[in-house]
């Protein structure tokens, strides 16, 4: 029998690459829309005759259950979130609404329409914040340093909650930092990798960046939705960080993205005081030692083919007819 998947957030970079990883496999894909005028369905539009897209909120409990009731899933990814950091400051309330409590109502719809349901939460790199030690795994110590960090806290212990209260296949994927030519332009890998190209094609002359001695765990977002299935498919419930162990600085990643364009990235950054955050969260990188060992998961795309690999989409996209106009700032 065909088995059936929901993803909320289906829209977003996770989503559109999890999409397409499932229907590799020959699931049905469900994917969760909020009701807008405005819904981007670029990142899916090329599998979008291929999937169902049902309309729920995570801020509407019954909206869930009735997806849940009418689709019958036997697998859920919650991946939506307000997932933007410096958002979370200027919105925080928005960002536990639908970063923490939706957890909660997706856990709650599950528990009543169909105890047996897979559940999969987002869970993330952010929520060690302040880091209690270096590298960061499963028993390391939360220490989240934005509003947005400890949304990601609550949603994370909460799928614990109900995975020991109800006996729930629920999963949490502790992700550090993944990252695609699909990435928000907001993110600094893709804010970084479109304006080295925008430099080279002569769009742009400087390229605004916040602190550039953050060091992150950076891997490829297609790497990482696999993990995600992986633990679904295991014998029993369990949660697991994935990364790729090794960090780097925003420096670095400026030194990667202007060096394989020919460019000095000194000559282009400059330090915008707007960019830096009220907390800083200063070196993450984590030991995927437990996925390596029970899923059999492994990263196959490099750093500097991640950095590459965007810069060369960032630079197909700009030479479109008329892209040229596009985020100009």
């Known amino acids: 029998?065909?088995?059936?998947?929901?993803?909320?957030?289906?829209?977003?970079?996770?989503?559109?690459?999890?999409?397409?990883?499932?229907?590799?496999?020959?699931?049905?894909?469900?994917?969760?829309?909020?009701?807008?005028?405005?819904?981007?369905?670029?990142?899916?539009?090329?599998i979008q005759d291929k999937i169902v897209l049902?309309?729920?909120?995570?801020?509407?409990?019954?909206?869930?259950?009735?997806?849940?009731?009418?689709?019958?899933?036997?697998?859920?990814?919650?991946?939506?979130?307000q997932s933007f950091v410096p958002t979370s400051w200027k919105q925080p309330v928005l960002t536990g609404e639908f970063t923490a409590l939706g957890v909660t109502r997706m856990l709650e719809a599950v528990r009543i329409v169909d105890p047996e349901i897979r559940f999969y939460q987002a869970s993330s790199s952010e929520m060690f914040g302040k880091v209690q030690e270096v590298p960061q795994n499963e028993l390391t110590p939360f220490y989240p340093r934005s509003p947005y960090g400890v949304a990601k806290v609550y949603g994370h212990w909460i799928t614990v909650n109900y995975r020991e209260s109800y006996n729930l296949f629920a999963c949490s994927g502790i992700l550090f930092n993944h990252e695609s030519s699909r990435r928000g332009l907001e993110f600094v890998t893709h804010k970084v990798t479109h304006g080295v190209a925008r430099i080279k094609?002569?769009?742009?002359?400087?390229?605004?960046?916040?602190?550039?001695?953050?060091?992150?765990?950076?891997?490829?977002?297609?790497?990482?939705?696999?993990?995600m299935w992986l633990m679904l498919q295991q014998p029993k419930p369990d949660d697991y960080v994935v990364?790729?162990?090794?960090?780097?600085?925003?420096?670095?990643?400026?030194?990667?993205?202007?060096?394989?364009?020919?460019?000095?990235?000194?000559?282009?950054?400059?330090?915008?005081?707007?960019?830096?955050?009220?907390?800083?969260?200063?070196?993450?990188?984590?030991?995927?030692?437990?996925?390596g060992r029970v899923l059999g998961w492994e990263p196959t795309v490099t750093f500097g083919q991640l950095v590459r690999m965007m810069v060369d989409a960032d630079l197909q996209a700009l030479r479109q007819p008329g892209n040229h106009r596009l985020n100009t700032r």
Request: charge should be negative; include cysteine.
């Open 1 to 46: 029998m065909t088995k059936k998947a929901l993803i909320t957030g289906i829209t977003g970079q996770d989503g559109s690459y999890l999409a397409e990883f499932l229907l590799e496999q020959g699931y049905q894909v469900i994917g969760m829309v909020r009701r807008s005028s405005t819904v981007n369905f670029d990142r899916i539009r090329h």
């Open 201 to 227: 094609l002569g769009l742009a002359d400087r390229l605004p960046l916040g602190n550039l001695d953050a060091r992150r765990d950076w891997g490829y977002a297609g790497d990482y939705v696999r993990a």
């Open 243 to 291: 990364a790729t162990g090794e960090t780097h600085s925003v420096r670095d990643l400026c030194q990667e993205a202007f060096g394989y364009l020919g460019l000095d990235w000194e000559r282009y950054v400059v330090v915008d005081p707007a960019f830096l955050r009220p907390a800083e969260v200063d070196h993450l990188v984590g030991d995927a030692t437990k996925a």
């Open 54 to 81: 049902a309309q729920g909120d995570l801020l509407d409990q019954m909206s869930l259950v009735d997806i849940l009731r009418e689709h019958r899933p036997q697998e859920v990814y919650n991946l939506a979130a």
